[in-house]
């Protein structure tokens, strides 16, 4: 089994920075390759993928809408994925969500579904 449990939500103006932090536990503390990932949804809209780090090959992925502003990155001794969030906008306001997988198919580190883990979510909101 594993656990993960994000902190760092909060709220911020259009053009400041936001850290979100995952903690992961349990099983996946004894594998070497896996992914995590980071997802986010807004009220109304669908569940989007924000960004993946591939742990093991050091390779990550960014959706087109955060590329250059956000960055994933993961510290392995404490076992803590963090996205580092940088001139956020109104549109980045959502419920951010942590997730884990053990591999993910070619091409589809977006799709949720690939996903087995997530953690309870943490909220990030932009004021103009």
């Known amino acids: 089994q594993v656990r993960l449990v994000e902190t760092g939500g909060g709220s911020t103006q259009a053009g400041g920075s936001l850290r979100l932090s995952c903690r992961a536990s349990?099983?996946?503390?004894?594998?070497?390759?896996?992914?995590l990932g980071w997802f986010r949804q807004a009220p109304g809209k669908e569940r989007e993928g924000v960004a993946t780090?591939?742990?093991?090959?050091?390779?990550?992925k960014y959706d087109y809408s955060v590329k250059g502003r956000f960055t994933i990155s993961k510290d392995n001794p404490k076992n803590t994925l963090y996205l580092q969030m940088s001139s956020l906008q109104p549109g980045d306001t959502a419920m951010y969500f942590c997730?884990?997988?053990?591999?993910?198919?070619?091409?589809?580190?977006?799709?949720?579904?690939?996903?087995?883990?997530w953690g309870q979510g943490t909220q990030v909101t932009i004021s103009s």
């Open positions: 780090i591939y742990i093991g090959f050091s390779h990550s």
């Open positions: 997730a884990a997988a053990w591999r993910i198919a070619g091409g589809r580190w977006s799709s949720g579904n690939e996903y087995k883990y």
């Open positions: 349990g099983a996946i503390e004894t594998y070497g390759r896996y992914c």
